[in-house]
């Protein structure tokens, strides 16, 4: 007899909002901000990996502009993965199943912000398996606002310039291609330099 799985928390949050949360179902994050990020894409047919690609809406519009996607997030979701390769993938579990710079580009929005462990080895990843990485870090509330939040990060938006300020001194050679309202919400753009 197999052995029964159980979601761990992390899963059953994320099955929840991917099968109940119609915002979360039609939103992407990184189609919400593709003017502040696109013109840094290789040209076509570049391959692409997006990291916690949620309902996927990103991944069918870079295929349906010629990129080789690949797609990972932490459930299936209720979501047609077809046209693009997809991996259900939980990032506090360790290395992504991919090669050394597998990809040329690999793209995460609003991902790194809500792991509760693992996060420096997950952006390790994300260089390790591709040429070039553009990510967002979204931080929206402070740390006692978490509590209450339906964006809750690990740390509060100062922390996070503080991590980025560090990332970008890091040899993975990161730069921060901009941020905005540190005090209260903050968005950072990051791309680690081609070299």
Same mark, same amino acid.
């Given at each position: ?44 047919p570049a391959s692409i990996l997006e990291v916690g690609c949620g309902n996927g809406r990103l991944c069918k519009l870079l295929v349906e502009m010629g ?37 040329? !580009?690999?793209?995460? +929005? ?11 080895? #997950? @952006?390790?990843?994300?260089? %390790? ?6 990510? !967002?870090?979204?931080? +929206? ?11 809750? #990060? @690990?740390?509060?938006?100062? %922390? ?17 291609v901009g941020y905005n309202n540190p005090e209260s919400k903050a968005i950072f753009y990051y791309t680690q330099k081609?070299?």
């Amino acid at each position: 007899m197999d052995e029964v799985k159980f979601p761990t928390e992390q899963e059953a949050i994320y099955n929840t909002m991917h099968n109940c949360d119609m915002r979360y179902q039609h939103i992407s994050q990184g189609i919400k901000r593709l003017p502040l990020w696109l013109h840094m894409l290789p040209a076509p047919p570049a391959s692409i990996l997006e990291v916690g690609c949620g309902n996927g809406r990103l991944c069918k519009l870079l295929v349906e502009m010629g990129y080789d996607v690949v797609g990972l997030d932490i459930v299936q979701g209720p979501y047609e993965r077809s046209g693009y390769e997809f991996h259900v993938h939980d990032l506090c579990a360790g290395t992504l199943p991919f090669k050394d710079k597998e990809f040329d !580009v690999c793209l995460s +929005f609003d991902v790194i912000e809500h792991l509760p462990t693992n996060y420096d080895e #997950t @952006i390790a990843e994300m260089v %390790r398996v591709s040429k070039s990485v553009i990510g !967002v870090i979204a931080c +929206f509330r402070t740390e006692a606002q978490n509590l209450i939040s339906l964006h809750p #990060t @690990i740390f509060d938006p100062k %922390r996070w310039i503080w991590k980025i300020s560090e990332l970008a001194k890091d040899p993975m050679g990161f730069e921060i291609v901009g941020y905005n309202n540190p005090e209260s919400k903050a968005i950072f753009y990051y791309t680690q330099k081609k070299g």
